[in-house]
Antibody, heavy 117, light 110 residues
């Protein structure tokens, strides 16, 4: 059974870069599937950030595209999120997930990231 | 403002059926299938419906999905207290070339 676990700083300063990693166990990333990041700001709904295929093909939310990079490291069986120039609006619970397009079958437990000024 | 439109809240008593609507456009629901997630506070979202009407194994058949034109619906029959959660619809949007979510609907079981 696949398991996903997010990790990274829980506190990021405004204007800096948010970096998160999702470690995957129970499944080899290079075997296929898309791997995605989704977030939920406090009191708000789910927001898709982007997906990456194991080969490196990426799809990003147009509203975040200029600040986001998602990458995959098949040797470590993990994928990562970098969000640059963060503001308070980027404070959220960040989830990593496995799926295809909008269909995410498996999710990490989520990690809280707070942007401080 | 979400690309897919859901009612902010719905409520129902244990037993009867409730439905949650999800309205989109010709670039998303109109041409692509719809996904539904159940999200309880403090937990990861759970895939409830995919391909507009298919249930993953383990999801009770009390949950059903349908799609017509640019709208979709999630129906929950035999409502139970443990169904109280937030429900989100999602779809691929060909114009945005990405995933779009609805704003979420909070289901309250009275």
């Amino acid at each position: 059974q696949v398991q996903l676990q997010e990790s990274g700083p829980g506190l990021v300063k405004s204007s800096e870069t948010l970096s998160l990693t999702c470690a995957v166990s129970g499944y080899s990333i290079s075997s296929g599937y898309y791997w995605g990041w989704i977030r939920q700001p406090p009191g708000k709904g789910l927001e898709w950030i982007g997906n990456i295929y194991y080969s490196g093909i990426t799809y990003y939310n147009p509203s975040l595209k200029s600040r986001v990079t998602i990458s995959v490291d098949t040797s470590k069986n993990q994928f990562s999120l970098k969000l640059r120039s963060v503001t308070a609006a980027d404070t959220a619970v960040y989830y990593c997930a496995r799926g295809h397009g909008p269909k995410f079958d498996d999710w990490g437990q989520g990690t809280v990231v707070t942007v401080s000024s | 403002q979400s690309v897919l439109t859901q009612p902010p809240s719905v409520s129902g008593t244990p037993g009867p059926r409730v439905t949650i609507s999800c309205s989109g456009s010709s670039s998303n629901i109109g041409i692509n299938s719809v996904i539904w997630y159940q999200h309880l506070p403090g937990t990861a979202p759970k895939l409830l419906i995919y391909a507009s009407s298919q249930r993953p194994s383990g999801v009770p058949d009390r949950f059903s999905g349908s799609k017509s034109g640019t709208s979709a619906s999630l129906a929950i029959s035999g409502l139970q207290s443990e169904d109280e959660a937030d429900y989100y619809c999602a779809a691929w949007d060909d114009s945005l070339n990405g995933v779009v979510f609805g704003g979420g609907t909070k289901l309250t079981v009275l």
